[in-house]
């Protein structure tokens, strides 16, 4: 006993003295994470990629479904001349439709604007600096996206035609909202919504205006729509035919 006491003594005095004194071990199964935490970690990993996978299938669903859309309104017809990739056109006729649908546009509507704004050149770039299939302006288009919720990053991310068309097709239906007819809108997706406020201000500078680029986008969605309704009343007839047959 007495020599356990003076093991004791000499400890205290070590940690007394600010002495190194030897390192208390922790049980060896406080190291890592218990068994149970370990289970539950991939527990949690398995059905995370599971919910991963099904949003995948349920993405892939929609998109077949929006490019039939697309098959069908002739949008995929247009994209052909983007000179893009098949998987690229088949991304950007389901981004045309998909956006065109969030935003409450006509498909057909976005089709013509990017016609006229950039003839699907996907690299397309203004003398004023707006990019890509829709002609936006980088700092319009940081705008929107944050508005939107996600960050735009480099100017050149324009040139992605989803991320494009995606921007473009909610500036054209804000400008709508805001300038209350399509005409007038396009006036500001032209011209800048300043800009346009001061030409629409004045009779003779809006008539002039008028006759220029919002005509050529309507005249565009018109035709459009025209090549559109004789396809569809083409094959409504051959489907009566074939029942008939």
Not at 73 to 100: D, F, K, N, P, Y
Not at 112 to 139: D, K, R, T, W
Not at 148 to 177: K, M, P, S
């Amino acid at each position: 006993m007495r020599g356990w006491r003076w093991v004791a003594m000499a400890a205290a005095l070590l940690v007394g003295s600010g002495a190194r004194a030897f390192p208390v071990m922790p049980p060896e199964e406080a190291l890592g994470e218990a068994p149970a935490v370990i289970a539950l970690r991939q527990q949690l990993a398995q059905r995370e990629a599971e919910l991963k996978a099904i949003q995948e299938k349920l993405r892939e669903s929609s998109d077949d479904s929006h490019y039939a859309d697309a098959e069908r309104l002739g949008v995929v017809e247009a994209v052909r001349a983007s000179g893009l990739t098949a998987r690229q056109q088949r991304r950007l006729s389901v981004a045309i439709i998909r956006e065109a649908d969030r935003n409450h546009l006509d498909p057909l509507l976005v089709v013509a604007l990017i016609h006229c704004e950039s003839s699907f050149n996907n690299y397309a770039v203004s003398n004023v600096g707006a990019m890509g299939l829709m002609q936006v302006m980088p700092n319009t288009g940081t705008y929107l996206a944050n508005k939107a919720g996600f960050r735009l990053g480099r100017r050149t991310n324009l040139f992605d035609a989803e991320t494009n068309v995606e921007l473009g097709t909610a500036y054209l239906a804000d400008l709508i909202q805001r300038f209350g007819t399509l005409e007038r809108a396009l006036v500001a997706y032209n011209a800048g919504p300043g800009l346009a406020q001061r030409i629409l201000a004045r009779r003779e500078r809006r008539v002039k205006f008028m006759a220029g680029y919002p005509a050529k986008v309507v005249k565009e969605f018109r035709k459009l729509k025209a090549k559109q309704a004789r396809e569809l009343t083409l094959r409504a007839t051959q489907q009566t035919d074939d029942r008939e047959g």
